[in-house]
């Protein structure tokens, strides 16, 4: 029986068997990017696993209590509002509420410009939808968040990639995305990215603002990981910034979710954009959904007003700070100077190399072998990877199992 599939259970499913009639798939959705590791992946709940491949954030995390209290008030007071029908872009009371967490992150949000999605995925693919034609350019990070990849190679683009460093995507080599079309837009996780962790330095913000007026190229900001801070000073966002780069409103879009802060199960998030492009995604989206589930958006705003978000956030951030130094030590310990990595600080990811070369997917067998699980690199190049890196996720590894996950991961590259 073919396992569940979980949101980042990335790879298509294994080919049909031989009496499976041949359905006349689009090409498009049949040439998903496969994965070699999804085998791999299926193991990752098995009894003494430790698991560093997923991108969920801790389940121990979740303020059930809070959770339950909302639901209960909305399904108790608000049941018409929670149960029936609701407005595409969004129900208002959330719509209120996710405004004034966009003006805490200094973005003064007009409010025909914010549409409510069902996770962020739904935004990205909706932008993927209303901007590309099969054939049209796209720039993304190198490496990059894979799912966006699949939504942007389903709906048909070439993709066009921006190496990174520690301050984030190198936005002084965009003009290098200038030889043909101009691509329709750029995308990048700006803040504690996904895989690598970095976030794009401020005075890069700017630079990458003032490229997008220049050459009228829209910008997509995803930052699903901002709140998680647990280090150094926050960023403003590029839509915050754009106030002091004269046009740059008109070419940005901010994308966040309340997955990673509140509940993934939830499904909701949102984005503000230029009015214009969130009526023409609306549009889109009432194709997809009608709208995202009314009991969910109702469930999130009644848990925003509740007022405990923050101190789930001091929470998820001193957690996430903990785990993360606990797995930094613990790789420093066992691999020295053969592993390098920059200390996080905030979101979900280490992102490591082998200083050796190591094809991290040739080593994952034998960390299989040895009850670890990490997700080779491989699988977030858009285009040629390079082998020798690795994401590590430290959202659901205890501090003390740190060591032992190192330890593991030490003896499969022994043995391999
Ligand atoms: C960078 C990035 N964007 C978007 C998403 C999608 O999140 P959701 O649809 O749960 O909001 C994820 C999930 O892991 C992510 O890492």
């Not at 999804?38 to 303020?63: K, N, T």
């Not at 025909?112 to 901007?131: E, K, N, P, W, Y």
């Not at 409103?249 to 984005?271: E, Q």
Request: charged share 20%.
């Amino acid at each position: 029986m073919t396992p569940p599939r979980r949101h980042d259970d990335f790879a298509a499913p294994p080919p049909p068997a031989a009496e499976t009639p041949c359905y006349p798939f689009a090409a498009r959705a049949r040439d998903l990017k496969r994965s070699e590791i999804r085998e791999f992946l299926r193991h990752a709940g098995r009894p003494g696993m430790i698991s560093l491949a997923g991108g969920l954030p801790a389940a121990e995390l979740f303020d059930r209590d809070g959770l339950a209290a909302a639901t209960a008030m909305v399904l108790r007071e608000r049941p018409a509002a929670a149960l029936q029908y609701g407005m595409t872009e969004g129900q208002p009371r959330l719509r209120e509420a996710l405004s004034a967490l966009l003006r805490e992150r200094g973005i003064a949000a007009a409010d025909d410009g914010l549409l409510v999605t069902t996770g962020s995925q739904q935004a990205i693919d909706l932008l993927a939808r209303i901007f590309i034609e099969p054939g049209d350019t796209v720039v993304v990070e190198r490496p990059c968040y894979l799912a966006a990849v699949q939504a942007f190679a389903l709906a048909g683009a070439r993709l066009l990639t921006l190496p990174t460093d520690a301050d984030g995507a190198c936005v002084d080599r965009l003009d290098d995305c200038l030889g043909g079309p101009p691509p329709k837009f750029v995308y990048l996780v700006s803040t504690f990215a996904n895989p690598t962790g970095a976030t794009l330095a401020h005075e890069r913000r700017l630079a990458l603002l003032r490229w997008a007026v220049r050459h009228r190229v829209f910008v997509v900001e995803d930052d699903p990981y901002g709140e998680l801070r647990f280090a150094g000073s926050a960023v403003p966002p590029l839509l915050a910034l754009a106030a002091e780069v004269p046009g740059a409103a008109d070419w940005c879009g901010y994308l966040s979710s309340l997955s990673k802060t509140v509940a993934p199960g939830l499904r909701v998030g949102w984005m503000q954009l230029p009015p214009a492009v969130a009526e023409q995604a609306g549009r889109v989206k009432q194709t997809l959904d009608l709208h995202t589930s009314s009991l969910a958006q109702e469930v999130a705003a009644a848990y925003l007003a509740s007022g405990r978000l923050p101190a789930a956030l001091v929470r998820a951030r001193a957690r996430y700070r903990d785990q993360a130094e606990a797995l930094a030590a613990a790789l420093r310990c066992r691999f020295g100077e053969r592993l390098q990595f920059a200390m996080p600080e905030g979101g979900m990811f280490l992102w490591a190399r082998f200083a050796d070369g190591t094809d991290t997917s040739a080593l994952l067998p034998a960390a299989l072998a040895q009850s670890v699980l990490y997700v080779p690199g491989a699988a977030f190049y858009a285009d040629a990877p390079e082998r020798a890196t690795l994401r590590l996720s430290y959202a659901g590894t205890p501090p003390e199992l740190a060591d032992e996950a190192a330890a593991r991961l030490a003896r499969a590259l022994a043995a391999g």
